[in-house]
């Protein structure tokens, strides 16, 4: 559970450390918004791309193994880039620790999975688990800001004394069982040439416009591979996404109500980051503080998702956070560009104690209607959809930012985006059911 915690406080404390240094991170290796965007991306295009199979990975060789590789390889590109020389290196890097991290987090899970058979002791630990998720987000925004203003590398290099901790914890843990199966590269391979290609045309459209014709392959390249690899899946010998996992109500209410929350509060951070240093002036230790509210009552409000599950079922909490995060991000796209900084500070609050009220439930729910030994791969698919629900509206969002009149524009256009986006998740969590397996 210690190893568990650990590397997901390290994956959400790196998610969000690099969002408030993007402006240092431009000063120092130049590039315009775009580059910054590839600087975020690369980590969650590789993290989406890569969960699926991470899945089945930790299933196949266990969990515990799965977790030591994935956690060696984020150090080791964690301090590549600590050490890069130009943003081209540093995006490779991103891309590579993107890679280890989607490893980890389905494999924690599962490691917890492992540790409570007892549905509702695991329902806490799952809790437990967001907490340490929660605590990187409050972490990251401050800790990105405060080490900036020394030098923004060191956003980076913080990274290994955690990650070589977290190693010492699960070299105590026992072995995981293992279930052995081929490798799917039709499946993977396909994933990510439709991520890439989709965040790459989101992203390269902000900048050359929606019209060019590399965007317009890329959105084709997005739209062929996507259903290759749906037929792969379904008709596969050995699929990565077992069918019966796409037929799951629960599966796919989990991976909308995953997505949405990852748009609005993964958006929030990376153009409220930009917005608060280009347009308001702040350092960037002052724009990571006003994150802090926001990031440190999700911890609290995750643990009172589990209560609240147990005690009036999953749909609450879900249907409850998923509207509280919409209603924050419309009433936040309404905020007139005078609105003072602390205003601004109140009126995020909502968008992140609504998803932390939903999210919880939401992977607790699905890890009790799966099979014990397709739990790493049901919580690769969930993670995925958040992953690419937060790397696309980095793309997005910044492509609106960047074709917009003002910065202003972009951001309420993006804001009032994710929070229409939310509402057919919410409607799709009203399925949700305590009982039998669909």
Known sequence: ?????????????????VNVA?????HGLGG????????????????????????????????????????AVFVAASAICGLAPNLAVLVAARLVQGAGAAVIVPASLALIREAFPDSARRTRAVSVWAM?????????????????????????????????????????????????APFDWTG???????????????????????????????????????????????????????????????MRVAAAAG????????????????????????SALAAGLTFVPMTVLTAFISRASAWL?????????????????????????????????????????????????????????LLDRVPAERAGTASGVLNASRQLGGGLAVAAFGALVAHAGSFHEGLRTSLLTAAFLILPATAASLLLRPGTRS
């Open 1 to 17: 559970m210690a190893a568990a915690l650990l590397g997901t406080f390290l994956m959400t404390l790196d998610a969000l450390i």
């Open 22 to 26: 993007l402006p240092a991170i431009g």
């Open 32 to 71: 315009g918004i775009t580059g910054l965007q590839w600087v975020v991306d690369g980590y969650t295009l590789m993290f989406a791309a890569l969960l699926l199979s991470a899945g089945s990975v930790a299933d196949k060789v266990g969990a515990r193994r799965a977790f030591g590789a994935g956690l």
């Open 132 to 180: 340490a998720g929660s605590a990187g987000a409050a972490a990251g925004p401050v800790a990105g800001g405060l080490l900036s203003q020394a030098d923004w590398r060191l956003i980076f290099f913080v990274n290994v004394p955690v990650g070589l901790a977290a190693l010492l914890l699960l070299a105590r843990t026992a072995r995981s069982p293992r279930r052995p």
């Open 188 to 250: 993977q391979i396909a994933a990510i040439v439709a991520i890439g290609a989709l965040t790459y045309a989101a992203i390269e459209a902000g900048a050359a416009g929606f019209g060019q014709p590399r965007v317009l392959a890329a959105f084709a390249l997005a739209v062929v591979a996507g259903p290759v690899f749906l037929v792969s899946q379904t008709r596969g010998a050995h699929p990565m996404v077992p069918p019966e996992l796409l037929r799951s109500r629960t």
């Open 259 to 282: 997505f949405a929350i990852n748009v609005g509060f993964y958006g929030v951070i990376f153009l409220f980051s930009l917005y608060l240093q280009q347009s308001r002036g702040l």
């Open 309 to 365: 599950a147990l005690k009036c079922g999953p749909r609450v909490p879900v249907v409850t956070g998923l509207l509280v995060m919409s209603t924050g991000l419309a009433v936040l796209s309404l905020s007139p560009v005078s609105v003072p900084v602390w205003a601004l500070v109140a009126l995020i609050v909502p968008v992140g104690a609504g998803g932390s009220l939903a999210l919880p439930s939401v992977t607790a729910v």
